[in-house]
């Protein structure tokens, strides 16, 4: 419960129209997309600029309100789930592209711009932005700077943080600061700007964000590789990576995955195929030309079945739609799906994909796995119903298996998802005490009253 007076004070602050205290918009937003209980916020707020955003914040500060705040809900860790009730502070009327400098070659855009949009906006003007999270059509800039987001392109082209120039973010009294800057160099200061990029809004709240932007290639081939042995396929994944060719995008999916994507969307992919691969080189014309013999040549040597290689744009986009339906057309088989993201450095991608099969039979599970095998960063998905407690019980031990085999791999809990909820209880094994215990100390000294996103991250 907040007090009637705090409510009064939030409507006088954001307008009467922003503030959402009955039960059904609370409930709306008491759960993000993991598999976790969901928690009832004690109200919901939704500031329109930025001058009120600050003043939200402080006013959270003073009275001792917890403060989760949320952009589109999509992450996998839980941490937009407000777990320990409080302010839900939504930034959805905070979704203006600033700027786009096409001479600099840089955006500004408030938190609340959705990733797809100004994707579209910079391509409009001849410029890229390369960070695609699968989620892209609904996530938030501020979510993906907050997670540092990556997706399908991160292989080549990096993932959020390294299109951050800049950023503007509330402290928790409310004091607006300012790090990085619009050149292409900056070296002022402490780095609070890499402070903030995947801090889940456990340290300040973003505002205003810079986005380095960059040309478009100006060629790209995609192809799909047809393989009747997942271990050829995760081992031609190493292979090409072994020779010093870093395609834009080279994405794994088992059969499992091949299958229920193939029911969803109807694409053409190959039902029987024990795994395929998915690759994309860009860059220069004559690059591309040359990157994509040497690709075709290595998917060859390597056993692969089939090799089809996109005829157009047309073909190559159906097929990227498919790849991003995985996780939707996974969730449609059970009633829970939990989505993991062990990422191993990228040599021992098959023996993680080995693993991965043991472990599924060692639990009795069904385990479909896709993702960024390029960058390492897979994503086995355990197919369950969380009703089932006997079943549930084997998941999470299943889970554990996983981070420890990614761990002993010389890998880590997470690629892309981020801490959260979701695995604040596992970050010693990768971590250690000590780097825990520092973060605390940072925590302690930005807030004080522990209000920012509380149990995210590094526990209570
Ligand atoms: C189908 C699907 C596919 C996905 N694919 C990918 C993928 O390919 N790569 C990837 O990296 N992730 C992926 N994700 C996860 C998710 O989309 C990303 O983590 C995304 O960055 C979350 O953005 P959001 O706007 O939904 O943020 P939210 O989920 O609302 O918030 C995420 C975190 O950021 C904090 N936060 C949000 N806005 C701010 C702000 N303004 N200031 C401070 N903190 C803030 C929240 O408190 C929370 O801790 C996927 C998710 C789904 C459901």
């Known amino acids: 419960m907040v007090h009637a007076a705090i409510v009064k004070q939030l409507k006088d602050l954001v307008g009467s129209q922003n503030v959402f205290d009955n039960k059904a918009d609370r409930v709306t937003y008491a759960y993000d997309a993991a598999v976790l209980e969901p928690q009832l916020p004690a109200v919901v707020v939704r500031p329109e600029n930025s001058e009120v955003l ?47 400098n096409s001479e600099d070659m840089y955006a500004v855009v408030q938190p609340g711009v959705i990733t797809a949009q100004l994707a579209a906006a910079v391509e409009a003007k001849g410029l890229f932005y390369p960070p695609d999270p699968g989620s892209q059509a609904v996530s938030t800039l501020g979510g993906n700077v907050a997670e540092n987001a990556g997706g399908l392109r991160g292989l080549k082209y990096g993932v959020t943080a390294d299109y951050v120039m800049g950023l503007r973010f509330y402290d928790v009294e409310g004091n607006l600061i300012k790090t990085g800057s619009r050149t292409v160099k900056c070296a002022t200061g402490y780095n609070l700007k890499a402070l903030m990029i995947g801090s889940e809004g456990t340290l300040g709240v973003l505002d205003e964000i810079t986005l380095k932007l960059i040309p478009p290639p100006r060629a790209r081939k995609s192809m799909l590789a047809v393989f009747d ?25 088992d059969n499992f995955t091949i299958r229920a994507v193939e029911d969803f969307s109807h694409a053409g992919l ?74 191993v450095p990228r040599s021992k991608i098959p023996a993680m994909v080995h693993a991965l099969q043991g472990i599924a039979r060692r639990f009795d599970l069904a385990i479909g796995t896709f993702g960024h095998a390029g960058d390492g960063n897979l994503h086995p998905t355990i197919l369950t119903d969380k009703r089932d407690k006997g079943e549930w019980q084997r998941v999470e031990a299943a889970i554990e298996a996983i981070f420890d085999e990614a761990l002993a791999l010389g890998g880590t809990l997470s690629g892309e998802h981020g801490t959260g909820l979701a695995k604040a209880g596992f970050l010693k094994k990768e971590t250690g005490q000590g780097a825990i215990l520092l973060s605390r100390r940072i925590k302690s000294a930005l807030d004080p009253n522990r209000i920012l996103n509380p149990g995210k991250i590094i526990g209570d």
């Open 229 to 253: 042995q997942m271990e050829r396929a995760s081992q031609t994944v190493a292979a090409i990576i072994a020779h010093h060719i870093v395609p834009a995008t080279l994405e794994f999916l």
């Open 54 to 100: 600050g003043r939200v914040v402080a006013l959270c500060n003073r009275e001792g309100l917890p403060l989760t705040v949320r952009g589109a809900g999509t992450n996998l860790s839980g941490g937009a789930i407000p777990q320990q009730g409080g302010v839900v502070l939504l930034t959805n009327g905070l979704n203006r592209i600033l700027e786009i």
């Open 270 to 343: 190959p039902v029987e195929a024990a795994a395929i691969l998915l690759v994309e080189v860009d860059g220069h014309p004559g690059q591309v030309a040359e990157e994509g013999e040497q690709v075709e040549a290595i998917l060859k040597q390597m056993g692969a079945k089939d090799i089809q290689v996109a005829r157009d744009d047309a073909q190559r986009d159906r097929i990227w739609a498919a790849r991003r339906s995985a996780l939707s057309a996974l969730a449609k088989l059970k009633p829970t799906v939990v989505l993991e993201d062990a990422t």
